[in-house]
């Protein structure tokens, strides 16, 4: 059964090239994988190593110069500019480095803000966006503007915000970047709980602290996947404990 799930991402012979004056860099070198439902995947790789261009490949945000890049069933490269956007939104939900919250809104509103923009809009946009806030947490939280909030719980917000859509993928770029070392395990936490539930999970990240959490590491560099393989929780590094209590951050 598990061989005939539909695939999430279905990348083929990617290559990204851009011309920067005289020169030519080649940010990806023939890239192929895969991402079934309900992975979990954390792709590592140095500065310069290719990982962000993947991942504007994966979010719908980039097109590749040859290859093939399919996100749930729909090859990205056949699509126009308000059909990639229909595709961000409904599918993919997007976690920050920096939170991108609006800072003098509220948490409810930040989280509703991918509503407004949704064809699939439920009826009372309040209860949607309150009941994420109550899965990250935060149902304590919710008429507070991120100024009054920690970087953990700021986090939450985006992460309860990346998922008011029911998205099928989260798509996390340096997630715990800008928190300490315990905040950031209460957020991989987070994240693995999600990923218990069901939901697909691709994690960008240069520290393997992160990258241990996840089921499966892509490791890159000079635009190749030099590395694709299954890692068990903690197997690439230990120096990361998670915290106690879900809701510390």
């Known amino acids: 059964m598990e061989g005939d799930a539909p695939l999430l991402i ?17 940010a990806l070198r023939g890239v192929s994988f895969d991402v079934k439902p309900g992975e979990f995947v954390a792709i590592m790789g140095p500065s310069g190593s290719g990982k962000s ?12 110069t040859s290859g093939n890049m399919a996100i749930n069933g729909h090859e990205i490269s056949q699509m126009n500019s308000d059909e990639l956007a229909d595709l961000r939104n409904s599918t993919i939900g997007f976690v920050f480095q920096q939170f991108n919250l609006l800072r003098r809104t509220t948490a409810l ?38 100024s009054q909030l920690s970087g953990g719980q700021q986090q939450r917000v985006a992460i309860a915000r990346a998922l008011v859509n029911s998205p099928h993928l989260i798509l ?5 970047g800008a928190l300490d070392t315990e905040t950031s395990a209460e ?7 999600l990923n218990a539930g069901g939901l ?19 490791r890159v560099r000079d635009g190749r996947i030099v590395e694709d393989r299954p890692t068990a929780d903690g197997e690439i590094t230990h120096s990361m404990q998670p915290a106690s209590g879900v809701n510390a951050a």
């Not at 083929?12 to 920067?20: A, G």
């Not at 996390?172 to 715990?176: H, L």
């Not at 957020?187 to 709980?193: A, D, G, P, S």
């Open 10 to 26: 279905s990348a083929r012979d990617l290559t990204k090239s851009y011309v920067l004056g005289e020169q030519t860099v080649h």
């Open 53 to 64: 261009t993947l991942m504007n490949m994966i979010g719908a945000l980039d097109q590749p």
């Open 109 to 146: 509103d930040n989280v509703k803000l991918p509503l407004l923009y949704s064809k699939r809009r439920p009826e009372n946009l309040n209860k949607a966006a309150a009941e994420k806030l109550e899965l990250v947490g935060l149902g304590s939280r919710m008429d507070h503007q991120p």
């Open 172 to 176: 996390a770029d340096e997630p715990t």
């Open 187 to 193: 957020i991989m936490r987070l994240f693995k709980t």
């Open 200 to 218: 697909s999970i691709v994690i960008v990240t240069h520290e393997p602290d992160v990258a241990a959490h996840a089921k499966r590491l892509i």
